[in-house]
């Protein structure tokens, strides 16, 4: 069969919702112009030992220079949405105050250049660039950056919302948490379980505040939401060890997040787990019933899936902190350059499994793709194993829409090769290649695959 010929994508509506993403850090660089402040991640990456090759994002794909090209190049996939977010420390560079105007512009003239070529804008308030003099002043484990987040929130939307009708308040939270205080993986780099815990729920009160302050504020017709990274967690075997392991996984990093939003409390279960290891979530009276505001649109971001095992390879259950063993274990399939196992069934499963749990939340792919070892020759990068991905999670996605999941479109990650967090620029995401010395944009193969997709789909 033909590369990327897969008859379920055939079944998704007409109305399917077809984008592609980014965001602010990843691509804009000028990091020191028009007034924007240091983020977490300028100081990250400019720690020693932190970031692949000493990368940072100072110029990234210089997309503050060449935002108008980039986005006829948007439009010249077919795509009827691009997710973007918009840099905190450009719009208040110190974290709080009046907005730096000279930021808020950019974002400004880019709705504008996307609405010119009729593609929605779908904004993301926050993806990981904390303003530093937030993080100087205890960052996301400090209650207090949930109300700055709300501010700098408004300041967005009261410049862009009579243009934006979709609002997504933060991607992926854990991420933010995890990889941030906890796993010291991605900024800040601190290693702070506890600590990590408190940015959880700091993180999802300040979901609540904004979204509560920016519909109370919507002028028009406005859609609100948040995106979360979520995986499909099995146990590696049905023993009682590795099924708790399972839930203890799958609650700290989706249920704990979805139950506040969608149900009002965090899991008894999660609570828990919590309190076994003398940490306890900052909830003061209030919080969960801010946390819980209406949700119109789900973002889920997916990649990969897991096994989870609750005994480790000396066969011990507990760790050298007396911790239970969550051990994830592999299913033994190809791997993309991340290393991260193509698994296009657990996304089926993780849709379907939502829509059960947490039955009519309405959900867009707001991330899916890969990173592949892409080689540009002739001017062409034929990246057949990014389209075998796309096309087999398309697939997927339309899988779980036969089986009850309400998803209603689908976003690539990423519009354009980017700078990929702690793995610099050596890992490519992009549907179009960019090289970094000419900043000299190549659509691969995948892009011109992905919008003869959307054309056949929607002209059904
Ligand atoms: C997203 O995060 C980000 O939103 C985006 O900025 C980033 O560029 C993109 O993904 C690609 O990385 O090792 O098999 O356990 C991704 C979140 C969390 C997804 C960790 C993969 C580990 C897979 N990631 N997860 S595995």
Redesign the pocket.
């Known amino acids: 069969p033909t590369v990327g010929s897969n008859p379920a994508i055939d079944t998704l509506p007409a109305t399917f919702r077809w984008g592609v993403a980014t965001?602010a850090y990843?691509i804009e660089g000028a990091v020191h112009e028009d007034g924007r402040g240091p983020s977490i991640w300028d100081t990250y990456c400019r720690t020693p030992g932190m970031v692949h090759e000493g990368d940072n994002g100072d110029v990234a794909c210089d997309h503050y220079h060449r935002m108008p090209e980039d986005v006829a190049l948007i439009g010249s996939l077919g795509v009827d949405t691009y997710r973007f977010s918009v840099a905190w420390p450009r719009v208040q560079p110190g974290g709080k105050g009046p907005a730096n105007p000279a930021g808020l512009a950019f974002y400004d003239r880019l709705v504008d250049e996307l609405l010119g070529r009729g593609v929605d804008p779908w904004v993301t308030l926050y993806?990981w660039d904390l303003p530093q003099e937030l993080e100087d002043a205890g960052g996301w484990p400090e209650r207090d950056t949930a109300y700055r987040f709300a501010d700098y929130s408004m300041l967005v939307f009261d410049a862009l919302s009579d243009r934006v009708r979709t609002w997504t308040t933060l991607?992926?939270p854990w991420?933010s948490a995890m990889l941030g205080y906890y796993e010291g993986r991605q900024a800040p780099g601190r290693q702070d379980f506890e600590a990590a815990i408190h940015a959880v729920h700091h993180l999802l009160l300040g979901h609540g505040l904004a979204t509560q302050r920016m519909r109370a504020a919507a002028p028009a017709p406005t859609e609100f939401g948040i995106t979360l990274?979520m995986a499909h967690a099995s146990p590696a075997t049905d023993s009682e060890a590795d099924r708790e392991a399972a839930r203890r996984a799958d609650g700290l990093s989706r249920r704990i997040y979805l139950d506040p939003l969608l149900r009002g409390h965090y899991p008894v279960d999660v609570v828990e787990d919590l309190a076994a290891r003398s940490v306890k979530l900052p909830v003061n009276d209030g919080d969960l019933e801010i946390i819980r505001q209406p949700i119109d649109v789900l973002g889920v971001?997916y990649?990969?899936s897991?096994l989870f095992s609750g005994v480790d390879e000396q066969g011990r259950t507990t760790d050298a902190d007396g911790h239970p063993v969550d051990r994830?274990v592999r299913f033994g399939r190809p791997v993309t350059a991340?290393?991260?196992?193509i698994v296009p069934e657990g996304f089926t499963k993780l849709l379907v499994q939502i829509s059960d749990e947490y039955p009519g939340v309405p959900m867009v792919i707001t991330?899916n793709g890969a990173a592949f070892d892409d080689t540009l020759t002739g001017g062409v990068v034929q990246d057949d194993d990014r389209i075998e991905y796309l096309a087999s999670h398309i697939a997927a996605v339309a899988a779980a829409r036969s089986r009850g999941a309400d998803v209603r479109g689908y976003f690539a990650?990423?519009l354009m090769d980017n700078f990929?967090?702690s793995y610099g620029y050596a890992k490519r995401?992009g549907l179009v290649h960019v090289d970094y010395d000419t900043q000299v944009r190549t659509p691969k193969s995948s892009a011109l695959w992905y919008r003869d997709t959307i054309r056949r789909v929607r002209g059904r």
Not at 338 to 341: G, L, P, Q, S
């Open positions: 965001s990843q993806h991607n992926e991420c990274n971001n990649y990969s897991h994830t991340m290393d991260w196992e991330e990650w990423s990929e967090w995401f």
